[in-house]
């Protein structure tokens, strides 16, 4: 925040985007330690910035807040229990938040982005796991990453300044 403030003169918009998906397992295989992992990465880590972003985003009188959760926070997904309920939390964060920080002017919403063509997806990306699941988005293909970050340009923007506790899904239709 320090290094935000010093170079920009305020701060306006904070994105939490980080991520972790590093184990995909069932529940009875899935260890405290790797579930603790996946929280500390998808669900506190976001907690820990927008408290340190507090400050600086209320003094602009208009700060947002956009927090990235997935598909699998939204709909169940057997055997990805330590980041789909990373995922599910970070969503009921975002809401609790944007309840609490809105009377301040901070504005905190969520991007629900499905498959995309990012690193994060590089290992699940290959051209047999795209074949099979292309067929299930209503689009007919993945993401890029330019598509997603229209929703965070507008959730940033002046445009959306009635938008609190929402969430966008960018996922070509797979949650319809």
Not at 47 to 54: D, P, R, S, T
């Amino acid at each position: 925040m320090k290094a935000a403030l010093s170079h920009f003169g305020r701060l306006d918009v904070l994105i939490n985007c980080a991520a972790i998906r590093d184990v995909a397992k069932p529940m009875m295989e899935t260890t405290a330690a790797e579930v603790e992992r996946s929280f500390r990465i998808n669900t506190l880590g976001p907690m820990l910035g927008m408290k340190a972003a507090f400050q600086a985003l209320k003094a602009s009188g208009k700060g947002s807040i956009i927090n990235v959760s997935s598909g699998n926070g939204v709909r169940i997904q057997s055997g990805a229990v330590a980041y789909s309920t990373s995922k599910w939390a970070l969503r009921g964060l975002s809401g609790c938040v944007a309840s609490e920080w809105g009377r301040v002017g901070i504005r905190v919403n969520t991007v629900i982005p499905g498959m995309c063509r990012t690193p994060m997806h590089a290992s699940t990306n290959t051209p047999e796991i795209i074949a099979q699941y292309e067929p299930m988005i209503p689009l007919g293909r993945l993401s890029e990453p330019e598509e997603v970050a229209q929703a965070f340009v507008f959730l940033a923007s002046d445009d959306a300044s009635y938008f609190a506790g929402s969430e966008i899904v960018v996922d070509g239709g797979v949650l319809l």
